[in-house]
């Protein structure tokens, strides 16, 4: 079965520092994709990211990078230069394209506050 | 219009009433789905419809009926609700299975 955890339940910094959201993830499908969602207060899920798990490579996008690493199941999040905009729930997901196709697993949440 | 929207965005209903929450999609898109986000819980798949037809009913209770005329429409009918079922509800769309879902703003429902 899939499963996704996110240990970190809140997280609190002060602006400009550097901010690393941690998602590991469990499936027996070879195929799977994974995502991250920031929800802002507003309660609307933003979509950040999609990787593939045959895409290993780490991706940078403006202030946010992602670091996606097969050999532990892990799939974290940075933020660089954390600004107060960024406070928000981030939430890590996964879909498993032969068991489950559509459904997407989220995991609890990660909530970020950044203080000015 | 664009993305998803849904209305409306705030309800209280009574444990008697019959309302119905609504979602649009503008993307284009051949999936649809329905989330629920109590407090303190990770976000509950409800419902799946894939070119219109159902493909997962991920166990709720009856008292949620969801309902799909056209890919770009989808309804979730409810009646005889419990206080337990006060929640966020999110509508989200895709284009199909491992792509990314974009959200609504979801509806907050609040059941006296």
């Known amino acids: 079965a899939q499963k996704v955890t996110q240990a970190q339940t809140e997280i609190s910094v002060v602006e400009k520092e550097d901010v690393t959201l941690d998602c590991v993830y469990e499936?027996?499908?070879?195929?799977?994709?994974l995502f991250w969602y920031k929800q802002p207060p507003s309660g609307e899920l933003v979509f950040l990211i999609r990787r593939n798990s045959f895409d290993e490579q780490n991706e940078i996008s403006g202030r946010y990078s992602w670091n996606f690493q097969k050999s532990t199941s892990s799939f974290n999040f940075t933020i660089t230069a954390s600004q107060v905009v960024d406070s928000a729930v981030y939430f890590c997901a996964l879909s498993e394209e032969r068991s489950s196709g559509d459904k997407l697993t989220f995991g609890t949440g990660t909530r970020l506050a950044v203080r000015p | 219009e664009t993305g998803v929207t849904q209305t409306p965005r705030h309800l209280v209903m009574g444990m008697t009433n019959k309302k119905s929450l609504k979602c649009e999609q503008h993307l284009g898109h051949n999936a649809m789905y329905w989330y629920k986000q109590s407090a303190k819980k990770p976000l509950e798949l409800m419902f799946v419809?894939?070119?219109?037809?159902?493909?997962e009913n991920n166990s709720v209770p009856s008292r949620f009926s969801p309902e799909c005329p056209n890919s770009s429409h989808l309804f979730l009918h409810l009646h005889t609700l419990q206080p337990e079922d006060s929640a966020l509800y999110l509508c989200?769309?895709?284009?199909?299975?491992?792509?990314?879902?974009?959200f609504g703003p979801g509806t907050r429902l609040t059941v006296l």
């Open positions: 419809y894939s070119l219109e037809e159902r493909v």
């Open positions: 989200a769309s895709s284009q199909g299975p491992g792509y990314e879902q974009f």
């Open positions: 499936t027996r499908d070879t195929t799977y994709y």
